[in-house]
């Protein structure tokens, strides 16, 4: 066996682990806590068929919200990281700053938002802003200090023009960090959105999840969860290549 | 020819063996679809007690895996090694110190207790620690410096905090694996001179690898001057430098001499391992 | 303190001030914003009259518990990976998506199986923080010099002795910065699941005082959990700082 064929039987084998660990959980725990992988896999083909329109109508609704609040993710994270990363000195009075928000649990700080905001589509988009901006932010702040100097020399020498020193150097030498950033945004912002849609909005998956768990209706909750799951992991995946790609480059 | 198996007659017959290497081979088996490689050998090699022996070659020899082989770091595939009449098998035996070319000192610990790290696992009673660390800095010139954190310190100070950590065991037998690799040359003459105090002051055997020539005339008994991957010994030159020598003796007429043999048989052979490491990246691996 | 740190503290002195006189001015509405004067001295009002004690008590506790638990599991976790690189190269895809995925929305589960208790408070502030500890602990031992090794072997060392006296303190910086993750991590899940529900804690008392629109109460407490997450994170940073300085010198 090859060495990439062994290693994807191992990483199907660590599935295979995860959902008999669940189907184990599923006979521990019983029928009220959650639905087996089965029982899941089917209710997941319901919603995708019978209950299609309603779950399209959510997912929309969600999807529509999480690429608002990646919009202003990304806009206003890489404006920041961008000048805290120009000016050296801006960045080192933020850095600790940005550590500190980063690492501030900010489910706190939903009562602001839904002040600010009021209940609806604004307040969970602000609200997965808040959560995607300070990686954003972070990441390309470093991408930008920790470009070698030589590279800056190198172009001075060559006597480009600012704009082509940004072009042809500054940019490609930072964007394997700023992309690195971008994933780990996405998904914050993902979590923000859902968070927010959980306890702010009567539409949206959070809300179809929140719904159920209220309505102590187990079904939903896990096949909701469940393609919630699935989609993040094949969305990490896809940056994930393309991050490892662009590292690999440089 | 074979290190020490001729050419080392007349004044010292005398001469007491201390540490052996017999057939030596050594072959890194394949891994992960690239070939196995043979490194080393066969070599032979006798090293008299208390003489002062270099390893010169070209780059990816396998010099350090003569040392390491000969310091228990690593198995021979075939051969014998011995050390003081006991056959080395699997650990490093009592009695031996190796310096690396990386530099090892602990970031962690200060350069006191760099030093002490060796006798304070062995259970050396307190006032005999303080005393052999204080001499052994002492002697290193880091009196001065004992309480700072090898990260203050410029790469040859790191490297003399290895040197002194070595130095409190009292090794019989030191392996100098390139320590001097990563310096300038300036620093690299001024750390052979103090590498050769030590070795008057010690008595030790001195096993040095280096790939710089200079190095190697100026500081040996005698050298032994390795060919290309698979390394085998070419030559073994004896200089016969007095004792008591320091770096001026560069400035020796039998300084160029010696030199020039070893250059004569280290061009050819570093021109092949230039060619070899070509040749490894273009199609080293092999077609599984 | 260094001219940076005076800078950022002026900056944020700034930025409370400007806060003070947009609430005072009226600019932001009373009834969403409170100056920050009146949430200091609502938190003291609220620390002397005891009320929240017991929630802060709770809160404290379950991140205590959470923050020890991941850190002994995952290192320890993470020193097993380490041994066995097939089992890490199968497990790293999950690694790369753990974070992606919101799995908060287990909690509920959780609750399902433990019931309303402390517990699965205490697992999810554990599960947020685990793996960060576990890839930590896998990268720090990644950085260990290979030089280090020969010299444990030099020394005859047995390979419990050389984990102990060159692995751990080699890996340090790393460790430490899991240690730091560690706690935002447990800080997160732990008050995020108050939040979403729990008898008490913190998190609940936040959400409480929202729907009982006591904004007082809610601003103080939000304001209790900032400086007591930034207190610690600075505590942390300057203890890194010093062991780092000693590492890389300066």
């Known amino acids: ?250 | 020819m074979n290190a020490g198996a001729s050419g080392n007659g007349g004044g010292r017959a005398a001469a007491e063996l201390h540490a052996e290497l017999g057939g030596v081979t050594r072959v890194y088996p394949a891994v992960a679809g690239y070939r196995p490689v043979h490194a080393l050998g066969p070599v032979d090699l006798d090293l008299r007690r208390g003489e002062f022996f270099s390893v010169v070659g070209p780059s990816g020899c396998g010099k350090s895996t003569l040392l390491e082989v000969l310091a228990g770091l690593q198995p021979p595939s075939e051969g014998k090694v011995s050390f003081e009449g006991k056959p080395v098998h699997g650990q490093v035996p009592e009695g031996v110190g190796v310096v690396f070319q990386e530099d090892a000192s602990f970031p962690w610990l200060s350069v006191w207790d760099n030093a002490a790290f060796g006798l304070r696992r062995a259970g050396v009673d307190s006032a005999e620690i303080e005393r052999r660390v204080g001499d052994a800095l002492a002697f290193m010139g880091l009196k001065d410096f004992q309480r700072a954190y090898p990260a203050q310190l410029s790469g040859g100070m790191r490297q003399r905090v290895c040197i002194a950590r070595t130095l409190v065991l009292q090794p019989r037998l030191i392996l100098l694996d390139e320590p001097f690799g990563a310096l300038d040359a300036q620093t690299r003459l001024l750390m052979g001179d103090e590498v050769l105090r030590l070795w008057r002051r010690t008595g030790a055997t001195i096993l040095l690898i280096t790939h710089a020539l200079d190095e190697a005339a100026m500081l040996s008994d005698r050298v032994g001057v390795m060919s290309a991957r698979p390394g085998r010994f070419l030559d073994l030159v004896e200089t016969k430098w007095p004792k008591e020598r320091d770096s001026t003796i560069v400035s020796e007429a039998g300084f160029g001499e010696v030199t020039a043999r070893l250059w004569h048989h280290l061009r050819g052979e570093s021109l092949k391992a230039l060619g070899q490491s070509g040749a490894a990246a273009a199609g080293g691996r092999a077609e599984a | 303190m260094s001219r940076i740190g005076w800078i950022r503290l002026a900056v944020l002195a700034a930025l409370v001030a400007l806060l003070e006189t947009l609430v005072r001015t009226g600019i932001i509405p009373y009834k969403t914003m409170l100056p920050p004067s009146e949430m200091l001295t609502a938190l003291v009002r609220l620390l002397a009259a005891g009320t929240a004690t017991r929630d802060i008590v709770q809160t404290l506790t379950c991140v205590g518990a959470a923050l020890v638990s991941s850190v002994v599991a995952g290192f320890g976790l993470g020193v097993a990976i380490h041994r066995f690189p097939r089992v890490r190269r199968a497990l790293e895809p999950f690694f790369a998506t753990y974070y992606a995925v919101p799995f908060f929305i287990f909690y509920p589960v959780l609750i399902a199986i433990f019931d309303l208790s402390l517990l699965p408070i205490i697992l999810m502030g554990f599960a947020f923080a685990v793996i960060a500890m576990c890839i930590a602990t896998i990268n720090g031992l990644d950085r260990v010099p290979r030089v280090l090794g020969k010299v444990a072997r030099m020394h005859r060392m047995r390979e419990f002795e050389t984990a102990l006296r060159m692995k751990l303190p080699a890996a340090a910086p790393h460790l430490f910065t899991g240690l730091k993750l560690c706690v935002a991590y447990s800080f997160i899940g732990v008050i995020a699941s108050e939040f979403i529900l729990a008898p008490s804690g913190l998190g609940h008392a936040i959400a409480y005082a929202y729907n009982d629109f006591d904004n007082r109460t809610m601003y103080a407490l939000m304001l209790f959990v900032m400086i007591v997450v930034v207190t610690l994170n600075m505590l942390l940073h300057g203890w890194e700082q010093r062991l780092l300085k000693r590492w890389h010198g300066r």
């Open chain 1, 1 to 250: 066996m090859s060495d990439a064929a062994k290693r994807s039987f191992d990483i199907l084998l660590v599935l295979v682990a995860l959902f008999a660990g669940w189907q184990a959980l599923y006979h521990v725990a019983g029928e009220t806590a959650l639905t087996s992988p089965a029982q899941t896999l089917a209710y997941v083909g319901e919603l995708l068929t019978t209950k299609g329109d309603m779950f399209a109508r959510h997912a929309w609704e969600t999807g529509r919200a999480f690429l608002m609040a990646l919009g202003l993710s990304y806009a206003i994270g890489l404006a920041i990281g961008v000048a805290l990363g120009a000016h050296r000195l801006s960045g080192a009075v933020a850095e600790p700053i940005l550590v500190a928000l980063y690492s501030l649990p900010k489910v706190t700080l939903y009562p602001v938002i839904l002040l600010v905001f009021g209940l609806g589509l604004s307040a969970k988009v602000a609200f997965g802003a808040i959560h995607g901006v300070v990686p954003v932010a972070v990441f390309a702040m470093n991408a930008i200090r920790n470009i070698k100097p030589a590279y800056l020399k190198t172009a001075k020498t060559m006597r480009l023009g600012p704009f082509q020193v940004v072009s042809t150097v500054i940019f490609p030498a930072a964007l394997p960090e700023i992309v690195t950033g971008l994933r780990v945004g996405f998904s914050l912002t993902l979590l923000g959105v859902i968070i927010g849609e959980m306890f702010a909005s009567k539409q949206g998956l959070g809300f179809m999840v929140i719904n159920a768990i209220n309505l102590a209706d187990v079904e939903t909750m896990m096949a909701v969860a469940f393609l919630l799951f699935v989609a993040a992991a094949i969305a990490n995946g896809i940056l994930l290549w393309i991050d490892h790609w662009l590292h690999k480059r440089v």
